[in-house]
């Protein structure tokens, strides 16, 4: 029995060591939101950096997946690959910034906390590695001091009253200063009814185009921004009567799987033709 577990200790070290095997490699992630306190539509340098043993794994398989959560992106993720010794390092440098409700500060600063960050990548003969980073958080503070939003506003004093006219030359000023006032009226309520609907009209096609371009650039980007996309095409498509294409892009925007790129691409021609 003594002779037997010297010999199987030695059977696990060789099997362990015997060629085409290859041990779990170790990834270790970090993820960062830089500045830590900003305000809204401040630009914000969301930055992940994977660690990987490179004589492990292949380096064309790491991948590195960091939502970006209730902020939005202002610009393109890059990505980029170096080596520090023995060491393969991954970064994922992505540009964003708090321009909707979710992130903004109601009655004071609010901390917001990013999705975990993750990185997985194919080792070398066996497996997948997978690596988890804490999750980033920043402050978004409000752009006006609560001291101000709650300040009075100061009174103003403007003089509507007209000077007391002397002899009959005053006696005609008022007369004339009033029947100007009621043509002028008169002449103001015409061109609001007529540039009226134009104008609503031109904006809402603005608009529209506006949500049409930010539909189609949705492509090419996270599923949240597919999902948000959509939704504002909907709103904008249902004010300017276009309803069928505003309830195809509500079911898109809140449907239980994932909007996919070529579905988003197809809604947004359709919103375009709808629009013309």
């Given at each position: ?35 830590a306190r900003v305000g809204v539509g401040d630009p914000i340098r969301y930055v992940v950096v994977a660690r990987l043993p ?223």
């Amino acid at each position: 029995m003594k002779r037997l577990v010297p010999a199987l200790v030695l059977g696990i070290v060789a099997s362990s060591l015997a060629p085409g095997t290859v041990r779990a490699a170790p990834i270790r992630v970090q993820a960062e939101a830089r500045p830590a306190r900003v305000g809204v539509g401040d630009p914000i340098r969301y930055v992940v950096v994977a660690r990987l043993p490179e004589s492990a794994v292949e380096a064309s398989t790491v991948r590195i997946f960091a939502d970006s959560g209730p902020l939005a992106p202002t610009a393109p993720a890059t990505t980029t690959r170096r080596t520090e010794g023995s060491t393969l390092v991954v970064t994922l440098v992505q540009r964003l910034a708090c321009l909707d409700l979710p992130c903004a500060p109601v009655q004071g600063p609010r901390s917001v906390s990013l999705p975990a960050a993750r990185v997985s990548a194919a080792l070398r003969g066996r497996g997948v590695a997978t690596g988890r980073a804490d999750p980033a958080t920043l402050v978004v503070e409000p752009l006006v001091a609560g001291a101000d939003v709650r300040a009075a506003r100061p009174s103003y004093r403007e003089q509507t009253a007209l000077p007391v006219a002397d002899g009959r030359a005053g006696r005609l000023v008022a007369p004339i200063v009033g029947a100007a006032l009621v043509l002028g009226v008169v002449a103001l309520s015409l061109v609001v009814l007529v540039l009226r609907p134009r104008s609503r009209a031109s904006r809402r096609e603005a608009e529209l185009a506006r949500a049409v371009r930010l539909l189609r650039e949705s492509a090419a980007r996270p599923v949240t921004d597919r999902r948000r996309a959509a939704d504002l095409v909907s709103r904008v498509a249902g004010s300017t009567g276009a309803r069928s294409v505003a309830a195809d892009a509500s079911e898109l925007a809140w449907s239980a799987s994932s909007p996919k790129p070529e579905g988003t691409v197809s809604l947004a021609e359709r919103a375009e033709k709808a629009g013309r």
